[in-house]
Structure formats: structure tokens, C-alpha cells
């Protein structure tokens, strides 16, 4: 199972998330639940990032919304942003 690190700046970047996207609250909590069993569970679509994000992850909230990550360990991830594929990325 995956230990998440929730530090201040993400934090504060999700609660800007939930209140602009509050239809998406209860999806995103399932997939970080999944993520936290699995994190490459196929429907998750996690995938390394390239260039100068190369060091972070990403997975898939639905189509458009995305939360990057770090691997810190092989149990433990820091979450770094969350929102759209633009934003994000």
C-alpha cells in the first residue's frame, strides 16, 4: 500500500480544486483510494513525465483533470499538483 504525502502547497491547490470542481470531489477520492492499492491500475493511465518534468508522475482523475506525483520510495509519494492536463503539465 502507498503512504501519501499531502505537504502545504498541494494542499492548498486541492482545497482551489474542490471548490471549483465540486462534481469531481467524490471521483477523485476513489481513484486516490485505488491509487493508494494500485498505482498502475490500468484505469488510473499512470504515466512517467518527460523533459523537465521527468522526475514526476501523473494519473488520470477522468478525461481532462490530472494529479502529479514523485515516487519518494518504493511506498511512499509526494503529491505535487492537481488539475487540468494544461495546468499541470
Known amino acids: ?5 499531502w505537504d502545504a502547497p498541494f494542499l492548498r491547490m486541492l482545497k482551489k480544486w474542490k471548490k471549483k470542481h465540486p462534481n469531481l470531489v ?4 476513489g481513484r486516490l483510494l485505488l491509487f493508494t492499492e494500485d498505482p498502475y491500475h490500468p484505469s488510473l493511465k499512470t504515466h512517467h513525465l ?9 494519473f488520470s482523475i477522468n478525461y481532462e ?17 492537481i488539475g487540468l492536463h494544461d495546468q499541470v503539465y
Open 1 to 5: 500500500m502507498i503512504e501519501l504525502i
Open 26 to 29: 467524490a471521483r477523485f477520492e
Open 50 to 58: 518527460s523533459n523537465n518534468l521527468k522526475e514526476f508522475w501523473a
Open 65 to 81: 483533470h490530472r494529479v502529479v506525483f514523485q515516487f519518494i520510495d518504493d511506498t511512499t509519494v509526494l503529491l505535487i499538483a
